[in-house]
């Protein structure tokens, strides 16, 4: 999460040109680069509990960039708190106050 306000700042900045300039600095294809500034379409506030996310040590993330990709799709931050409490099997219903 943290990468992808960085280049989205990059980028608004203009630093970088576009999503190819974000490819071939992370030597990613820019399919992927995609993937992953699409992220910034999240709610802060999922944003904000992203980032601060406990560290894992062991086992699973409880929540990965892959289900976050799902979550981001959603257009309405309503339906995105919705789809994350769905992944995470808790409820996440307020706009300021995502448990992860």
């Known amino acids: 999460m943290a990468l992808t306000i960085k280049l989205g700042d990059d980028l608004l900045s203009g630093k970088l040109r ?17 993937q992953i500034m ?18 894992t040590f062991a086992g699973r993330d409880a929540v990965t960039e892959h289900d976050l990709r799902a979550v981001a799709a959603q257009v309405d ?8 409490s769905s992944i995470l099997g808790s409820t996440v219903n307020q706009p300021k106050s995502v448990s992860l």
């Open 38 to 55: 699409n992220l910034q379409h999240l709610a802060p506030d999922i944003q904000e509990a992203v980032l601060f996310l406990p560290r």
């Open 77 to 84: 931050w309503n339906e995105q708190r919705k789809a994350l």
């Open 18 to 34: 576009d999503y190819a300039d974000v490819a071939r600095l992370g030597r990613i294809t820019r399919a992927r680069a995609t």
